[in-house]
């Protein structure tokens, strides 16, 4: 768990990207020995990447440097979903940063079999030996580490989900749920369909923004789950759409 000074750290580098020592030794007024543990901690949670003198914090495809980015929101969505999986469940947990820590959180649960198309999500459980990991095949996507292609699909085909949660890049009423990477779009489209029970879990920034391609609508899935700074406006619709949402 990091403390208020490491979120504050955070704070600074959504703002600007890069930070240095020198800057975070002035805004936070502590020594620089104190500065470059936090930031060697947060390196070690994947929350930032350390460079010489400071750190940097990138939103691109790489799941380790988008983390980082609204880690309090995502971490408050990712402890509410978890309450959502019971013990002795069978689970897809498809991609995103929230997923990450989603299936952080589910360590906690002794017995839960965890199905996903993401090696750095099932790489989550490694010191965990009771949980039971079944990772989909398929092309290997190297900076988000997620699988997509024709043999994805095949594996999915052949299995039964109960509970699905997704990621996603972005929503609008129009667009519905859209993501920027079409072969990962493709994956996650086919997954909302054989699901019985699927979650969209994502930080409230992604809403009121359209990106590539569509995945799926309101109507295809059953819950939303994002943390309560969401817009009153999305809360509503989601609401009249007899959408289960979940406020973090």
């Known amino acids: 768990m990091i403390n208020n000074r490491q979120n504050k750290i955070l704070e600074i580098l959504e703002k ?7 800057e975070l030794t002035e805004k936070l ?3 620089s020995v104190t500065i470059r543990q936090d930031l060697n901690f947060l390196a070690t949670e994947g929350l930032l990447k350390r460079v010489h003198g400071g750190a940097v914090l990138k939103d691109a495809d790489d799941l380790t440097n988008r983390l980082g980015v609204n880690y309090e929101k995502k971490l408050r969505i990712a402890k509410k979903v978890a309450t959502f999986v019971n013990e002795g469940e069978t689970i897809l947990i498809e991609s995103g940063s929230v997923n990450v820590l989603l299936a952080r959180e589910l360590l906690k649960i002794k017995k839960v079999t965890i199905i ?3 090696v ?3 790489r989550q459980f490694r010191k965990n030996e009771q949980a039971n990991i079944i990772i989909l095949g398929g092309i290997y996507q190297h900076d988000s580490e997620t699988l997509v292609g024709k043999i994805t699909k095949t594996c999915i085909e052949q299995i039964n989900i109960d509970k699905a949660f997704i990621g996603i890049d972005g929503y609008e009423t129009d667009s519905g749920f859209t993501l920027y990477d079409l072969f990962r779009a493709e994956i996650s489209s086919y997954i909302i369909q054989k699901a019985k029970d699927v979650f969209i879990v994502s930080d409230s920034s992604k809403f009121g923004k359209t990106e590539l391609t569509n ?6 899935i059953q819950h939303i789950a994002t943390n309560n700074e969401l817009d009153v406006h999305f809360q509503n619709e989601f609401n009249n759409a007899g959408v289960d949402l979940i406020l973090a």
């Open 16 to 22: 600007n990207d890069q930070t240095s020592v020198i």
């Open 29 to 31: 007024n502590v020594s």
């Open 116 to 118: 996903t198309t993401n």
């Open 120 to 122: 750095y999500i099932a």
């Open 215 to 220: 995945i799926c609508y309101t109507a295809d």
